[in-house]
């Protein structure tokens, strides 16, 4: 029997053989010699070159037919593995692929459905908004899962401000969307016709809204993405001392992480280490290139931006068991464009029994080779052992912890406005 100490190990083989894998290779090159690693496993592997009889479905296609859309792996197709879906495919050549297409909404395109369901003029994004509604109904097998849990995640507080009317309204909107009554071939978008009435809608934001204030796990979710807050402020501080060396940088960073937040939160620092980076030449990190007056709200603003991301990562492992997640996000500007561009996704490795999720970059080996050169021998040891992983995993990082170090990062921040 497989100890959780020992499938995490397998698990971070199984990563290490993703990261080092050349993508000039076939991805039976990757999964065939190790099989028994992968054992259990699932993989959702990015390419542009998508190979024979292995599932496989193109993305490329999707935004081509709704540019509305921005994928969150970087090649035009995906190409997937589990232990039934390989052995399926060896035994019966090209098989059914049990995918899940989900649909999440940042702001400003969740605003759109408000606007729209309140019969006021869209103005130039109407063509783009009614192609995405059509997409929703008419898109892959029975149509997207329309997933706007993500905007009440995002507009969580300001949900609860009783003067604050939009969030509501946005989700009473998004919850008259389900009602819409649509047929393809006579759909207007701007005469739409919805079976429930806007006090039935208004009823079920209402409950929407009241689970999710009373949700624990939404309040993990506040917390994560203000861990990912609380480490992108202390990239952007320590990015300003000009002289210092990424490598110097990074290794700082490393140490805040582990002795102030008793974390070692790798993700969040692979945004850290491409903002110190690379900041200067990717336009996702513009906003914070120059600290001002309103550089906080601008690293908020991101730090949502990349929580999209890391929020897929959780819904990805929530997945009927033997399905495959695959994300999409609707947005009506260019920011997610830019930060898929600026943090490209090479695959996403999934173990459902240990419920632990791995999002793994396309320049994840440039990225944990400065990682690993930033850090001598001892913290190095402290990182790989396991048994400190795991209490690392279990230990928790509370929400006034957090807010606590965020306001002493923000006092340095304005330091240099």
């Given at each position: 029997m497989e100890t959780r100490k020992e499938r995490l190990d397998r698990l971070q083989q199984a990563f290490n053989l993703v990261v080092h894998h050349d993508s000039v290779l076939s991805f039976s090159d990757l999964i065939e010699p190790n099989r028994d690693t992968f054992k259990g496993f699932k993989l959702v592997y990015s390419t542009n070159h998508l190979e024979g009889d292995f599932a496989h479905t193109s993305l490329k296609a999707i935004e081509e037919q709704c540019p509305?859309?921005?994928k969150y792996f970087y090649g035009s197709g995906l190409l997937f593995f589990s232990d039934e879906l390989y052995d399926k495919t060896w035994r019966e050549g090209r098989v059914q692929l049990p995918i899940d297409y989900s649909l999440s909404l940042d702001s400003n395109a969740a605003e759109r459905f408000r606007i729209w369901e309140d019969g006021k003029d869209l103005n130039t994004s109407e063509k783009d908004f009614e192609?995405?509604?059509?997409?929703?109904k008419d898109g892959p097998g029975s149509g997207f899962n329309f997933d706007y849990s993500f905007f009440i995640i995002e507009n969580y507080y300001d949900s609860m401000k009783p003067?604050?009317?939009r969030p509501f309204n946005t989700i009473r909107a998004l919850k008259r969307f389900d009602h819409l009554v649509y047929d393809s071939a006579s759909f207007c978008v701007t005469?739409?016709?919805?079976?429930?009435?806007?006090?039935q809608a208004g009823q079920r934001a209402i409950e929407t809204l009241h689970a999710f204030h009373s949700s624990p796990e939404i309040r993990a979710f506040q917390q994560r993405r203000m861990l990912l807050y609380v480490v992108l402020l202390k990239a952007v501080i320590l990015n300003q001392d000009k002289k210092g060396s990424i490598k110097s940088k990074l290794a700082e960073l490393i140490n805040f992480c582990l002795f102030g937040l008793e974390k070692f939160p790798k993700t969040e620092l692979y945004f850290a280490w491409k903002l110190m980076k690379y900041g200067k030449s990717l336009r996702f990190f513009d906003p914070?290139?120059?600290i001002g007056k309103k550089t906080k709200a601008k690293i908020q603003g991101m730090s949502w931006d990349i929580f999209a991301l890391r929020y897929q990562e959780t819904m990805a492992s929530k997945g009927n068991s033997g399905d495959f997640f695959i994300p999409f996000f609707a947005s009506f500007d260019n920011r997610f464009v830019e930060l898929a561009k600026a943090c490209p996704i090479r695959a996403v490795l999934i173990d459902e029994l240990g419920e632990n999720v791995i999002?793994?970059?396309?320049?994840e080996l440039e990225f944990q080779t400065e990682l690993s050169n930033s850090m001598g021998a001892e913290l190095l040891h402290e990182l790989n052992d396991s048994h400190k992983k795991l209490e690392r995993m279990k230990k928790p990082l509370t929400e006034d912890k957090l807010v606590e170090v965020a306001s002493g990062l923000e006092d340095q921040l304005?330091?240099?406005c």
């Open positions: 509305t859309l921005k192609t995405l509604v059509r997409f929703i003067e604050n009317h005469k739409p016709v919805f079976n429930e009435t806007r006090s914070v290139s120059q999002t793994i970059q396309l320049d304005e330091q240099y």
